[in-house]
């Protein structure tokens, strides 16, 4: 009997210690540990809740156990002889709600309680219920037009970034939140940090950035300085996303709005000219981004509000201004972009120009009889030779002119 009481006190200990700062030194091999004791102690619930005399020397040795924890714990909240029928889900809400404990433990604990380990437990597989009847509700309510406007993000990453911002207020109010924070947002979302990109971890990112003002200001701002601290993640992250959500961050963040368009930049640099297909395209090496997305990110900003639209506006020109201002199409990216998205004619070798012709719309022209433009036609016809060369030459002045500048 002396051992079963020595074992119940040692499970009331590691209960008091998931919830004090000392849990930081626990790893995932002490957490699975401490959840056998507890599914130990839940053992003892069902053996001895009908029979008094050992239920009574049960009871005993919590009470004093209990003593003893709060000299030594302030605040701690005592263990009834009931509550060691759910002392494992004590144990598991006490490592969510303590930011002292490790990212891999956390990620270890949110998939206890989910049911992730196979147990088939799942004891908070309500969590993944109420996520999911909220992200039903707002596609619905948008279905319904309740909405002002349908939604830039999927409901789910909604709910999603709404819990991860509520989950990292909570990191930063504890100790050392600088590194648990960044911890909580690795793990979170490792597929943004890591080499492959998951399809929902920007969209959920997103979200969590695009949270209306309240509780969570601070917890934004912090995810935010996390992003903008790593340009290739941020990279990543604006390429995954649909153009009209960092548009929408960069209407209310000056700082992303710098960093958004430092990023359109490397992505237009990462394009050159095919002379043959007549079309940007991306430079072996490059960021692989294609003409149409940097069209795409780069015309919502355009559309959007003054400030987002003058700042993309002003950044065009004096890129195109750096690149040798030139206005003929082919030779600057940034030339291209603002006449794609002004809609103004540009001079190509004598000829008006104001967008390259796509191969489909070249094939189209033909087969109903149209005659096409000099520069689309087979290089052996005359007119496409000496356009071609005409290209050729302007572009070896390009080069000159950049060298002597």
């Known amino acids: ?21 000392f849990v930081s030194e626990w790893d995932v091999r002490t ?3 401490a959840l056998q004791w507890t599914l130990y102690c839940q053992g003892l619930h069902g053996r001895f809740r009908d029979r008094p005399a050992i239920r009574t020397a049960l009871e005993e040795r919590l009470q004093a156990t209990n003593l003893e924890l709060r000299a ?64 039903a509700g707002q596609v619905l309510s948008s279905a319904a037009k309740l909405s002002a406007e349908a939604p ?25 939140p600088q590194r648990l ?14 080499e492959e990109q998951q399809p929902g971890e920007a969209p959920l990112l997103a979200a969590a950035l695009l949270q209306e003002a309240g509780g969570s200001r601070h917890a934004r701002d912090f995810a935010l300085q996390w992003l903008l601290g790593s340009p290739c993640l941020l990279q990543r992250v604006c390429r995954a996303l649909p153009a009209a959500a960092p548009r929408e961050l960069a209407q209310n963040c000056l ?22 297909a007549g079309e940007w395209v991306p430079r072996e090496g490059g960021s692989e981004v294609r003409w149409a997305a940097l069209l795409e990110h780069f015309g919502g900003l355009l559309q959007g509000p003054p400030a987002c639209k003058e700042a993309a506006e002003a950044a065009l020109r ?13 030779l600057s990216v940034w030339t291209d972009l603002l006449t794609a998205l002004k809609g103004s004619p540009l001079t190509l070798g004598g000829l008006r120009h104001r967008d390259p012709p796509s191969a489909a719309a070249s094939s189209s022209q033909e087969s109903a009889g149209l005659p096409l433009p000099a520069r689309s036609r087979q290089c052996g016809h005359e007119e496409a030779g000496c356009i071609e060369g005409l290209g050729t030459e302007l572009h070896k002045f390009a080069e000159n002119t950049i060298q002597m500048q």
């Open 72 to 135: 030594a714990f302030r605040g701690h909240r005592g263990l009834g002889f009931e509550e060691l029928g759910t002392c494992r889900a004590a144990l598991l809400v006490s490592l969510l709600q303590n930011p002292a404990v490790s990212a891999r433990v956390a990620d270890r604990v949110m998939s206890e309680c989910l049911g992730g380990s196979g147990s088939g437990d799942g004891t908070f597989n309500h969590l993944a219920r109420t996520a999911a009847t909220r992200a």
């Open 31 to 33: 957490m699975e540990r």
């Open 181 to 194: 924070g960044a911890e909580l947002l690795d793990t979170a979302l490792r597929g943004c940090s890591g």
């Open 255 to 276: 700082g992303f709005r710098t960093a958004y368009l430092e990023t359109l930049t490397d992505w237009g640099r990462g394009l050159e000219y095919d002379v043959t």
């Open 152 to 176: 830039i993000l999927p409901a789910v990453a909604q709910t999603q970034g709404r819990m991860l911002l509520r989950r990292l207020d909570t990191v930063l109010a504890g100790t050392d």
């Open 318 to 330: 004096a890129l195109k201004s750096a690149d040798g201002d030139f206005e003929v199409w082919g």
């Open 1 to 21: 009997m002396e051992a079963i009481l020595q074992n119940l006190e040692a499970t009331v200990q590691l209960l008091a210690v998931a919830r004090s700062p």
